[in-house]
């Protein structure tokens, strides 16, 4: 995710610094070897000298020269309000819409005051959203995708629909009442659908040493692959995503429950190689289609008849895929926009 912002922002001319915030209560020898296996991801798109650390790592830039930028896009709600003073202009951008604005308000989390507020959630901070808007202004903005970097590409039609997902998480309190929000939570709604269509489906995810839940989701026809195994870097992510047919995924239960309109950045990585998605349905939205290229689902049936609706023409969805991510999430479209937003 992270990647395509700082690729779009480098193709409009900016120079990029790609800052980290380091893990005070880490040893140092492990925040050494974690920077050099970040600076080593960074290094085959160009980005490793661009990298800086706070506080300060030998051989690495630091937050004296990142605050040399004329902006900080903090993506990560990490920033102390200390030191995103240090930069000219500020803007903070929701990764986690809703919860974000409910963690907030009950005083789950707090965040460093910022000059301009982003969301990727379509609803917050207008009427129609189901949670406060914490006194603060939220702009759209949509995940960027940085095109250039995922070509179209073509797939045999035994290849299955595939996501890259956590499974375990933690659970939501609000207002006095709680729920799990893990993904899988989400999944087992739906752990029967490979016995009702053809194509096949797998998850990729991060099961642990869980062998009795692989074994549940194999009995079931799912096939499941370890997470790590196809996205411990950015190309085998992107090579796993480019021989997937499509996506199939669901989302946490807090996305359906706030119903932000939320998609997920993974999504519009497979919309971008003209894969189609069908996804579970997170909220009413003002572009999203659901059923043309990307289809969102509310039930198991759904679902299955989406998934039967994409093979019954591929080809047509696909490249209706390929064309939602170049007309709404083309990263140096939406990331123009968030640049003149924040110009003074």
């Not at 896009?73 to 929701?94: I, N, P, Q, W």
């Not at 970097?149 to 073509?154: C, G, H, I, N, Q």
């Not at 990307?294 to 039930?299: A, C, D, I, Q």
């Not at 591929?314 to 479209?333: C, G, N, S, T």
């Amino acid at each position: 995710m992270y990647l395509n912002w700082a690729l779009g922002l480098r193709a409009l001319g900016c120079q990029v610094i790609w800052l980290e915030v380091v893990d005070r209560s880490v040893a140092p020898g492990v925040t050494r070897e974690r920077a050099a296996a970040l600076r080593s991801q960074l290094e085959g798109f160009g980005l490793a000298q661009s990298l800086a650390l706070e506080p300060k790592v030998e051989g690495y830039l630091d937050l004296d020269a990142a605050a040399e930028a004329d902006l900080v896009l903090d993506l990560g709600y990490c920033a102390e309000t200390e030191m995103v003073r240090r930069f000219r202009k500020s803007a903070l951008v929701d990764i986690d819409p809703g919860l974000t604005q409910c963690w907030i308000s009950e005083g789950q989390m707090a965040v460093a005051p910022h000059d301009v507020y982003f969301t990727i959630g379509e609803t917050v901070g207008t009427p129609a959203a189901r949670f406060p808007d914490c006194g603060l202004r939220w702009h759209y903005t949509p995940p960027p995708i940085f095109i250039p970097a995922w070509s179209v590409a073509p797939v045999p039609a035994e290849a299955p629909y595939t996501t890259v997902s956590s499974w375990w998480g933690n659970w939501v309190l609000r207002g006095g009442e709680s729920y799990s929000n893990e993904k899988r939570s989400a999944f087992l709604d739906y752990v029967e659908l490979p016995s009702r269509i053809c194509p096949r489906l797998e998850l990729a995810i991060a099961l642990g040493e869980v062998e009795e839940e692989r074994r549940f989701l194999e009995r079931h026809g799912w096939i499941v692959r370890d997470a790590l195994e196809v996205s411990a870097t950015a190309d085998q992510y992107r090579a796993y995503i480019r021989k997937s047919r499509g996506e199939f995924s669901c989302a946490k239960p807090s996305c359906t429950r706030l119903a932000t309109a939320w998609i997920s950045d993974r999504t519009v990585c497979y919309l971008a190689t003209g894969k189609p998605a069908v996804v579970q349905h997170t909220g009413p939205s003002r572009f999203l289609p659901d059923a043309e290229g990307l289809f969102r689902f509310h039930n198991v049936d759904e679902a299955a008849a989406a998934l039967e609706a994409v093979e019954a023409d591929y080809e047509r969805h696909a490249r209706a895929a390929r064309a939602l991510a170049e007309e709404h999430f083309d990263a140096e479209k939406v990331l123009t926009r968030v640049l003149e937003r924040v110009a003074p």
